[in-house]
């Protein structure tokens, strides 16, 4: 499994957030009834119909068990088994809430969402911020392009041009999923020329 990469493409000057790392979501896997002891499962992230990564998971009273590879850049794979400690607490209106408790050494912390790198630790492990935190303007436009930009099956990242309408798509919604990008595209463009003007670049050196 690789680590990060999941979510950014090209957002000039943007630092690492919760969207650029696969996470796993200990609320989504109580709902969907894979904590109960005793069972083992696949999860997968996938893009554009196609799996990306993997880990397999085994579940014990309290505790749930990660089995995956990764690797970083050209280093060797290599393979992670550890367990993460379950935890529950009271809900206000019945019923228990599940909890990961971080894994990462030293830290412990009671969370509901893990992130993805040589280990899945908590954001607070990886110093991730939430994309509103760190994102300026013409970064958060970026983002929003690529999220139309995926759903059109276009090749990610706003400096790549405009692709043709994918196959089974209604025209209407191809020209309206299209125009939002171009206005998304524009703002951005504009945000990221200003920025380089106030450090005496162009933003030709960059595309």
Not at 2 to 31: C, E, F, L, P
Not at 50 to 58: G, K, P, T
Not at 134 to 142: K, V
Request: hydrophobic residues 35%.
């Amino acid at each position: 499994m690789g680590g990060m990469g999941s979510g950014r493409y090209w957002y000039w000057g943007a630092k690492d957030t919760t969207d650029d790392y696969r996470s796993i979501d200990v609320r989504r896997w109580k709902r969907d009834g894979l904590l109960t002891p005793n069972q083992a499962f696949g999860w997968q992230w996938s893009r554009f119909g196609e799996v990306v990564a993997s880990i397999r998971v085994r579940t014990e009273a309290g505790r749930v068990i990660l089995n995956y590879r990764h690797r970083s850049g050209s280093e060797e794979w290599k393979d992670e088994s550890y367990p993460i400690l379950l935890d529950w607490t009271a809900c206000n209106l019945g019923g228990e809430r599940p909890w990961f408790r971080c894994p990462a050494r030293g830290c412990g912390r009671r969370v509901a969402i893990l992130y993805g790198g040589g280990i899945f630790a908590c954001r607070h492990c990886y110093q991730l911020a939430y994309p509103s935190q760190r994102e300026t303007d013409y970064n958060r436009m970026a983002r929003r392009a690529d999220r139309i930009r995926e759903k059109l099956r276009w090749e990610p990242g706003i400096l790549n041009g405009n692709g043709s309408k994918p196959k089974g798509m209604h025209w209407n919604t191809f020209e309206k999923l299209t125009a939002q990008h171009d206005a998304f595209v524009q703002v951005s463009l504009a945000g990221i020329a200003a920025k380089l003007n106030l450090l005496g670049e162009s933003i030709e050196d960059w595309i």
